[in-house]
């Protein structure tokens, strides 16, 4: 049960810092635009 949940956890900080990337990459694609 430990090792489920903190399989679910690690996925929750992948999906959460993915987001943070994506949202991050585009706001510096949008004001780094030429």
């Known amino acids: 049960s430990a090792i489920v949940q903190q399989k679910n956890i690690?996925?929750?900080?992948?999906?959460?810092?993915a987001t943070f990337c994506q949202k991050f990459t585009q706001s510096f694609l949008a004001t780094h635009s030429v």
Request: charged content about 10%.
């Open 10 to 17: 690690t996925e929750q900080i992948n999906s959460q810092l």
